[in-house]
T-cell receptor
Framework: DGGITQSPKYLFRKEGQNVTLSCEQNLNHDAMYWYRQDPGQGLRLIYYSQIVNDFQKGDIAEGYSVSREKKESFPLTVTSAQKNPTAFYLC???????????FGSGTRLTVV | AQTVTQSQPEMSVQEAETVTLSCTYDTSESDYYLFWYKQPPSRQMILVIRQEAYKQQNATENRFSVNFQKAAKSFSLKISDSQLGDAAMYFCAYRSAYTGTASKLTFGTGTRLQVTL
């Protein structure tokens, strides 16, 4: 079945470390997105990519980086510059038109 | 920039009853899409229903229907015959029709729905 796979489900990071969250899709979608979810704040866009080797900052890109070397993959790196990285991270993909997003199952990142 | 507002942080409904979740949005665009997503305790985001702004007819998906009022910029979700499995966080979302895949989804802050026996 087609879908989006995020890994790991839970991730723990020490202060000062970079960590990378994986997102892979087999839906042949062109566009992929990363959202951050905090209690009471809904979902906020971090980065998005429309095509391979191209991506744009979202509303809260500071402290994050991404790459899009393959259509299927859109990994997110949470750098040590992100001051408050503890959150739930959701990856999504879509195609042009009146479609909503297809979401992965998320990664819960905790700073220890 | 578009904004989406969900003014009800929490709602409660008895099983088999009907509940309506409110959503308003602000935009200067005339063509766009609106969505309701459900996020159960598993935290998987599930698309419940979608509405195209150019369609006057309200979308319906089984027990879920919307009341789309374009002039008022209102997009409420009605859940009929509520079931225990409907308990979840519900998010309203907006997407522009103009920018293709660059068009991000803008979400409201969500409404937590409790279903009681």
């Amino acid at each position: 079945d087609g879908g989006i796979t995020q890994s790991p489900k839970y991730l723990f990071r020490k202060e000062g470390q970079n960590v990378t969250l994986s997102c892979e899709q087999n839906l042949n979608h062109d566009a992929m997105y990363w959202y951050r979810q905090d209690p009471g704040q809904g979902l906020r866009l971090i980065y998005y990519s429309q095509i391979v080797n191209d991506f744009q900052k979202g509303d809260i890109a500071e402290g994050y980086s991404v790459s899009r070397e393959k259509k299927e993959s859109f990994p997110l790196t949470v750098t040590s510059a992100q001051k408050n990285p503890t959150a739930f991270y959701l990856c999504a993909s879509t195609q042009t038109g009146n479609y909503g997003y297809t979401f992965g199952s998320g990664t819960r990142l905790t700073v220890v | 920039a578009q904004t989406v507002t969900q003014s009800q942080p929490e709602m409660s409904v008895q099983e088999a009853e009907t509940v309506t979740l409110s959503c308003t949005y602000d935009t200067s665009e005339s063509d766009y899409y609106l969505f309701w997503y459900k996020q159960p305790p598993s935290r998987q985001m599930i698309l419940v229903i979608r509405q195209e702004a150019y369609k006057q007819q309200n979308a319906t998906e089984n027990r879920f229907s919307v009341n789309f009022q374009k002039a008022a910029k209102s997009f409420s979700l009605k859940i009929s015959d509520s079931q225990l499995g409907d308990a979840a966080m519900y998010f309203c979302a907006y997407r522009s029709a103009y920018t293709g895949t660059a068009s991000k989804l803008t979400f409201g802050t969500g409404t937590r729905l409790q279903v009681t026996l």
